[in-house]
Antibody
Framework: QVQLQQSGPGLVKPSQTLSLTCAISGDSVSSNSAAWNWIRQSPSRGLEWLGRTYYRSKWYYDYAVSLKSRITVNPDTSKNHFSLQLNSVTPEDTAVYYC???????????WGQGTMVTVSS | DIVMTQSPDSLAVSLGERATINCKSSQSVLYSSNNKNYLAWFQHKPGQPPKVLIYWASTRESGVPDRFSGSGSGTDFTLTISSLQAEDVAVYYCQQYYDTPRTFGGGTKVEIK
């Protein structure tokens, strides 16, 4: 049974970096048939896909254009997890953040539990 | 990017009545080589992650009650709840997985009238 477990702080100060980790059990971050995503949800924007990483003989990374200058998604094969870093946060980045798996040519099927992140001084 | 547009934004339906949610994509999500629509519907309740209800536009996920059904093809899709139950109160999203970035509709909030 595949599970994703998120960890990271729930409060980040403006201009600082938001960092979250998603630990994978029952699958591998190096899977050749899935991608590992970060998605957030806020009342103003609904569900917003942020970025992903996946392995197909080498590592690939895709990011939302609106965040491309601020976001990094990194795999860690030694710990079988992947992380999100979002730099220079503002209160607009306040949201519930989710990690999620999407198998090739299928919708997001496994989700983390969600982390409410508030950007405030 | 493929833009997904849902309507209505919110919907109040009496218990046991039908709820219908529409989703339109800015370009076709039908892959001609396999005749599959790369369109899913999610249910999102407060405090929980979203849950996939329907994929390939009309295939119900295992365990999802048969009062939920999906239809449509190409650019126009519909999620129908045939007989609304109290536990169906949630926000519903369509999502395309035809292309990257994966994109969601704006969501439809379903409430009891």
């Amino acid at each position: 049974q595949v599970q994703l477990q998120q960890s990271g702080p729930g409060l980040v100060k403006p201009s600082q970096t938001l960092s979250l980790t998603c630990a994978i059990s029952g699958d591998s971050v190096s899977s050749n048939s899935a991608a590992w995503n970060w998605i957030r949800q806020s009342p103003s924007r609904g569900l917003e896909w942020l970025g992903r990483t996946y392995y197909r003989s080498k590592w690939y990374y895709d990011y939302a254009v609106s965040l491309k200058s601020r976001i990094t998604v990194n795999p860690d094969t030694s710990k079988n997890h992947f992380s999100l870093q979002l730099n220079s946060v503002t209160p607009e980045d306040t949201a519930v953040y989710y990690c999620a798996r999407d198998p090739d040519w299928a919708p997001f099927d496994i989700w983390g539990q969600g982390t409410m992140v508030t950007v405030s001084s | 990017d493929i833009v997904m547009t849902q309507s209505p934004d919110s919907l109040a339906v009496s218990l046991g009545e039908r709820a219908t949610i529409n989703c339109k994509s800015s370009q076709s999500v039908l892959y001609s080589s396999n005749n599959k629509n790369y369109l899913a519907w999610f249910q999102h309740k407060p405090g929980q992650p979203p849950k996939v209800l329907i994929y390939w536009a009309s295939t119900r996920e295992s365990g999802v009650p048969d009062r939920f059904s999906g239809s449509g093809s190409g650019t126009d899709f519909t999620l129908t709840i045939s007989s609304l139950q109290a536990e169906d109160v949630a926000v519903y999203y369509c999502q395309q997985y035809y292309d990257t970035p994966r994109t969601f509709g704006g969501g439809t909030k379903v409430e009891i009238k």
